[in-house]
């Protein structure tokens, strides 16, 4: 979480991330590759749920914008 570039594994379109903190439970990213944007992480504040959004473009330049929401059980 010091916003400097570093290497995405485990994802063939992403080459680097990099995240700044916001405040204890939210943070935004970068994300760098042949999909390209950036978005934010936010855990709520029973720890019970993470929403991750992006905007960006995918791997033909085509513009997306994705919304995540993960439960804890």
Do not use: C, W
Request: no cysteine; hydrophobic share 30%.
């Amino acid at each position: 979480l010091d916003g400097k570039d570093y290497p995405y594994t485990g994802v063939p379109f992403h080459d680097s991330i990099s995240l700044v903190p916001v405040d204890a439970l939210t943070a935004n990213y970068t994300v760098k590759g042949k999909v390209a944007g950036g978005g934010t992480r936010v855990i709520s504040k029973d720890g019970k749920t993470m929403t991750i959004s992006f905007k960006g473009t995918d791997p033909k330049g085509q513009p997306v914008e994705i919304i995540y929401v993960f439960d804890k059980r």
